[in-house]
């Protein structure tokens, strides 16, 4: 009886995990497929550029003050933090290039993509998700309007955008930060922080962190418009599908950083 | 089931019974399982490309059960939008005929409002205009009255009746509640577990002697109809 009851607690767990596992995989097929369609329709036929330049506007410039921020503040850390480090081994006059290679490599695309998360992506799944819901999406239907070229298109072109420049901006302020920091308040000298900085940064760094944000302002936006997509009811389905997008998105863009930085470290470097 | 032109036909039943799912089997918003829809010849089924949704949009006009208006836009922007996808007016054109719809429906003022501004009422009617503004030969109105006060659900039916005069589209009107229904549709077809029980005039309707039908005439809840709850 007692084997009986261990043999049916284990089918329980192995059938239960076997169930979730195969959700997740038609999940993961589903988000696949949903991104290829997106991306089919976003080259071809008609094309909404009054959307795009919407998002742009929504993802992109709305993003721009905190984006702002949080790169003056990161390059003030750094510098800070830099030149701490440095002076232990006497060598406080690289930490402009510490400044610049950390921002353009890492920080920059890192800390963007997870800023345009926090404010665009949560609200693309949140509004997606009460369109849905509220049947507005039907609606786009019933009049002959394809809601993937309507509503993704233009989110998915507009995140692909918006990021590198959002991530530029970041760069430049966060290199302005630490260069004020660093500088004006530590008493580096200004030449030997802006020489030992372009001295050290290439294109090729450059290039590497446009590549990275490129990838991850995809990933933001179709992660977001495909939890939106897939929402469930009610509010508890949008709270969830937000969530969800933010938490999948970020911790997409971390795993996805590691990947891509092996890649093109052997491809550049 | 067919649909005579022109005509007003109720299409009722219990909740969760089909009606909706009828009216989006038909719009194409879901896909039959089994069987044919044909609007004026044309099979619709199994024919949802690109074509098939052009032709349903052209004849059909949709009023969702919560107005489903577009929340970004203001109620202008929601009546012209079909026509702007369309893209067959000049500008001008579509400004006029949206301002001319919004006012048919007794919204003058109103064009510059968003929806979360103004009353479930007055989205409906938005609603309406959006769905009529392509001039469409069928009209589907999804529970018109759900969420409204008895007085605003009059002035809905009353609104119904009177574009249906002047605009003279097929009309189908999704409901539960009866006998009000009754001052806006001729025909009556009601529906329970995804089945027509009953299909004809309004006097045809009340003497039937289903058992589900008088159930649900009467309003009861001994009966054939199981209550979910």
Known sequence: MCKVKIFFMFYRIISGFGEQFGRYVLAVAEAWIFIFEVLYKSLTPPYRFKLIIQQLYIIGAQSFSVVALVGGFTGAVLAVQGEYTLSQFGATGYTGSAIALSLIRELGPVLTALMVNGRAGSAMTAELGIMKISEQVDALRSMAVDPIRYLMVPRVIAGIISVPIL????????????????????GLSSGIFMSQMTSAVSDVDVISGFIKSIFFGLIVAWVSCYKGWTCGFGAVGVNKATTSAVVTSSVAILVLDYFLTSILTKVFF | MQVVDGSLVAVVGPSGTGKSVLLKLITGLLEVDAGEISIDGYIVTGNRGAAGREFVAK????????????????????????????????PKEIKERSLEYLWNVGLKGYENKLPGEISIGMRKRVGIARALITEPKYLFFDEPNTGLDPEVGQGIYELIIKLHKRFGFTGIVI???????????????????????????????????????????????????????
């Open chain 2, 175 to 229: 409901s539960h509640e009866i006998p009000e229904i009754f001052q806006v549709c001729s025909r009556v077809i009601m529906l329970y577990e995804g089945q027509v029980q009953v299909d004809g005039s309004i006097s045809e309707f009340l003497d039937c002697d289903k058992p589900v039908v008088r159930q649900f005439i009467q309003g009861t809840a001994d009966g054939p109809i199981q209550l979910n709850f």
């Open chain 1, 167 to 186: 991530t530029a901006i970041f760069d430049v302020v966060g290199i302005a930060g630490g260069y004020l920091v660093g500088v004006e308040s530590l």
């Open chain 2, 59 to 90: 004849k059909m006009g949709v009023l969702f059960q919560a107005a489903a208006l577009f929340d970004s836009m203001t109620l202008f922007e929601n009546v012209s939008f079909p026509l702007e996808q369309r893209q067959e007016l000049a």
